[in-house]
């Protein structure tokens, strides 16, 4: 399993994605699902991936290799050239499609789930930063102010603090963290994500530094966030009154 | 969709469900998932159930007629006749078996999701409390110390804050407090789970008495846990150092 996060704030961009694959539950390894689509002086754009591993890199392969020109004389149509990012998730959905028809036949006769999901996202030139969420028919959506986040994989021992705690207007660093407390959240629960996780933040400021991060399984805030959080939960726990509908039956 | 939790700890049994039922998004209803098995002075066992409502109740209108006998001259098998509870889990996993094998074929073909599960909690005379996952094969598994809740349904958003807080030995109104956490997270992320909440609570001290409930979508106490979560979340998160690797990239 995956869990991977997007988050297109006011202030910039979030992309967080852990980094455990299984083939089965004996055969766990680390795989980056962090992805570079393109990264030049005009553009940064990044992916992150869910489901089965051979379509994904079916789809990054044929993005890497670019996709075959619609008229005979041209070159390979590649994320390099696009000149927009809603142009970036049409190309990466083709590719979904074609990575599809070529592999899902298949997959479906083996029994193996051929299912993916990647969240796209990034900034080509002056533009205004992007996120969208491609499905596995190709299709995609933009991430929006009204739900400023998407999630792919195992998305829903995250979500509620997500839900509770993100907004537009949050501040980069505090969305860190949430990001970081919906992790948390997540690896405890679901023994397929894991660390370490791959972090890039992209300030709305293009005169602000983009940050890129690999959270590696000892590193000292994630720990310390970890630790405070379940002795915050605890003691917020214990504040809270007991039901008073129990008489009798609790001692 | 449906959120039902079953914890079973030294001090007790605790049964919690909503009560939303949905058939596609624009067709939603209030309809109890918590049904009485068997209610007399020897036995109280009960069962929750997720997943289809058709299949649901033909599974509980065989175990209220009985379970054809299995010699011609017998009555029919009823929950109200089992010895142990293991018993009343067996039957209400044939019961499973026969609903599948009447309505799943004619469900398949028209392509609606058949599945459904069910968690059986209770007590037979003086034995032990016992709650049992009865799977949508007809199969089930009995819930342990280790891990003393099962839940079935809309499981993963409330699931973190099972897994961080629900011990065997955690007091019974704690476990409450704590189911009703759970229930409020699930709510917030998940349209198809929704208030009210029916609970049992059957404390081990058989000289204590059952409580059962319905947590009316008015109930002040949930409410006022339900704030009081939220600000302490709040609260929680901002006392959280922020990250410190955004150098530069966060104002």
Not at 30 to 57: E, F, P
Not at 83 to 99: I, N
Not at 230 to 237: G, H, P, V
Request: charge should be negative; aromatic fraction near 6%.
């Amino acid at each position: 399993m995956t869990y991977c996060v997007g988050i297109l704030l006011r202030d910039g961009l979030i992309l967080m994605s852990d980094t455990r694959t299984n083939a089965g539950i004996d055969n766990i390894s680390t795989y980056r699902k962090m992805h570079v689509l393109a990264d030049a002086d005009d553009r940064l754009i990044l992916c992150m991936s869910a489901g089965n591993l051979s379509v994904t890199q079916h789809v990054l392969g044929q993005l890497a290799e670019g996709l075959p020109p619609l008229l005979a004389d041209e070159q390979p149509r590649k994320i390099h050239h696009v000149p927009s990012m809603f142009r970036a998730a049409q190309l990466v959905g083709e590719a979904v499609m074609v990575a599809g028809r070529e592999l899902k036949p298949a997959l479906e006769e083996a029994g193996v789930s051929s299912g993916i999901s990647l969240l796209v996202g990034g900034r080509i030139g002056d533009g205004p930063l992007k996120l969208f969420l491609v499905y596995d028919a190709g299709n995609f959506i933009e991430c929006g102010a009204d739900t400023p986040f998407l999630q792919i994989g195992a998305t829903a021992y995250g979500k509620p603090i997500l839900d509770r705690a993100m907004t537009y207007d949050s501040p980069l660093d505090e969305a860190v963290k949430v990001a970081l407390l919906s992790f948390d959240g997540t690896i405890r629960s679901d023994l397929s994500v894991g660390l370490p996780f791959d972090m890039v933040v992209m300030p709305a400021d293009p005169a602000r530094p983009v940050i890129r991060r690999r959270i590696e399984s000892d590193d000292a805030y994630f720990a310390d966030l970890s630790r405070r959080w379940s002795m915050l939960l605890n003691e917020s726990r214990a504040t809270i009154p007991d039901p008073p509908f129990l008489n009798g039956a609790a001692t």
